[in-house]
């Protein structure tokens, strides 16, 4: 019976594995169809634009939504209930006929895929009970995010080239389908015994507006302008309701966000570990396929490739994190995994060039997905530690929103920092540079070896700005004062 229930464990991991492999999946896979929806559809570049920010608008707002009626009415129920309807939502992406439609059914898939990364979390906590085998578990399940992310241009190139676009959707079906299936066989209903007698819908609807402001003054405020009329009224708008948010929150019985949770320093610290380090990793791996891609002449599948070597290492050294735990306190683990992730994005910096070869990528990648999967089963256990059981939802449906938010500010600004750098660089070059020519073909030449330094320049200043923000990520983690890492058991109803 030890053993049956033992395997069973490993089963429901699993089993959530493959709805959070196949959430990250169909998005990582999207940005390759992305040309030939365009095509197809006869939009703009910056119209199809609005395919991903709708989606990632719905899943912020959304994600802390079901994390709490997860808690509360059960986790297995929220996690059927995102997965059926994420198969829906693929099959109505795949037969999409313009833009709108189109912007409309993926916001069908961001609602669902956000019922995943709490409810998921939740299950697995529950399931593992012993603390050092829930942050192995934990650790394993982290790493599929990178694996989907890795392996989506290795499987949507062929796909795409193959079948068309709307193939990446219709794939979903039949491993949304086997998902299904596992969940329904495998898992558990886990229902905390505190009911939620009144679901906290002004709290959701303030968050909502506050996320949604935010992601879309995010995405567009580069193009926008950060200081532009819209940017401005999006601030006040992020403002305003913050303030509304809290007010209503803190006086709520049962709020959408507890703000108690931030009383506690273990959580507040390690939210803010989580915040730094993936400002700084985003902030930089993001350019990573862009450069390949522009400099070294790669194209979406040969930059997927790229990737391979950083899925095997993250989920090599998450095992190796895992076993860690109660073994080396958890902010020692941390530490050495985010310097190590930061020594990787340092690397970036020395190795880049036009004359870079695959490996020139390949061993920083390497070394940065080292680093990263290491500390990753302590990253999420310390957040899954820190709040009673009947919590986890919530909380693990915040970390999930700083960690996205955290990528959305890394990305935007050091896009904005890369854009600027490049400006500035030219300007710097071109007057410290002496041209003895007034050949028309020389100039054109000049400049353009001008410019192509001035952007090699700022690649490798945003890298080095990138590993920089990841070390104080690792030296904060230091001064994180952690009480005993064993769960704050709350008694929960499992059936």
């Known amino acids: 019976m030890a053993s049956e229930s033992k395997n069973l464990k490993w089963w429901i991991l699993f089993t959530v594995i493959i709805g959070t492999f196949l959430g990250r999946l169909d998005s990582s896979i999207l940005n390759l169809a992305l040309p030939k929806i365009i095509e197809n559809f006869g939009i703009s570049v910056s119209s199809a634009g609005w395919i991903a920010t709708a989606y990632i608008i719905a899943n912020a707002v959304f994600v802390p939504i079901w994390g709490k009626l997860g808690d509360t009415i059960g986790r297995k129920r929220v996690y059927l209930w995102g997965f059926g309807i994420f198969i829906v939502g693929s099959v109505l992406c795949g037969l999409a006929w313009n833009l709108g439609s189109m912007i409309l059914f993926r916001i069908v898939q961001a609602i669902a895929s956000s019922a995943d ?51 990446v959707f219709f794939v979903n079906i039949p491993i949304g389908l086997l998902g299904v299936f596992m969940a329904m066989k495998f898992v558990k209903e886990s229902i ?90 985003m902030g930089g791996v993001f350019l990573i396929p862009l450069f390949a891609q522009t400099f070294l002449g790669y194209n979406a599948t040969q930059s997927g490739y790229l990737f391979i070597p950083m899925a095997v290492f993250m989920m090599l ?10 073994k080396v306190k958890s902010n020692k683990v941390i530490f050495v995994s985010t310097a190590i992730a930061a020594l990787g994005l340092y690397l970036f910096s020395l190795f880049l060039d036009p004359r870079s070869s695959a490996l020139d990528v390949i061993i920083p990648l390497s070394i940065f997905a080292f680093g990263m999967g290491l500390g990753m089963a302590q990253r999420t256990s310390l957040i899954a530690n820190a709040v009673p059981e009947h919590e986890i939802g919530v909380a693990s449906s915040i ?25 500035s660089n030219v300007l710097n070059l071109t007057q410290s540079s002496v041209l003895n020519s007034t050949d028309p073909s020389v100039i054109q030449q000049f400049m353009s070896l001008i410019i192509l330094k001035a952007q090699i320049l700022g690649y490798i200043g945003v890298f080095k700005l990138s590993a920089l923000f990841v070390l104080v990520g690792a030296i904060a983690i230091l001064f994180l004062k952690l009480n005993k890492e064993t769960p704050n058991k709350v008694k929960v109803h499992v059936e």
């Open 317 to 326: 050294s998450a095992q190796i994190g895992g076993r860690l735990v109660g």
């Open 117 to 167: 990364y709490p409810t998921a979390m939740a299950i697995i906590t529950v399931t593992f009970e012993r603390g050092k085998e829930r942050a192995q578990a934990l650790g394993i399940w982290s790493s599929s995010f990178a694996t989907a992310v890795i392996l989506g241009p290795l499987i949507g190139g062929p796909l795409i080239d193959s079948f068309g676009w709307r193939s």
């Open 399 to 423: 970390l999930a929103l700083v960690r996205n938010i955290a990528g959305g500010f890394g990305i935007a600004i050091f896009a904005t920092v890369l854009e600027n750098s490049i400006k």
């Open 192 to 281: 905390s015994t505190r009911k939620t007698n009144e679901f906290d819908w002004s709290g959701a609807i303030n968050l909502g507006i506050i996320l949604s402001s935010l992601v879309l003054v995010l995405d567009q405020g580069g193009s926008w302008g950060w200081f532009s009329t819209r940017s401005l009224i999006l601030y006040f708008v992020i403002v305003l309701f913050s303030f509304l948010f809290y007010h209503f929150e803190k006086n709520h019985r049962e709020p959408i966000i507890d703000f108690k949770f931030f009383k506690n320093p273990v959580f507040v610290g390690t939210l803010t570990n989580n915040f730094i380090v993936f400002m700084g990793m």
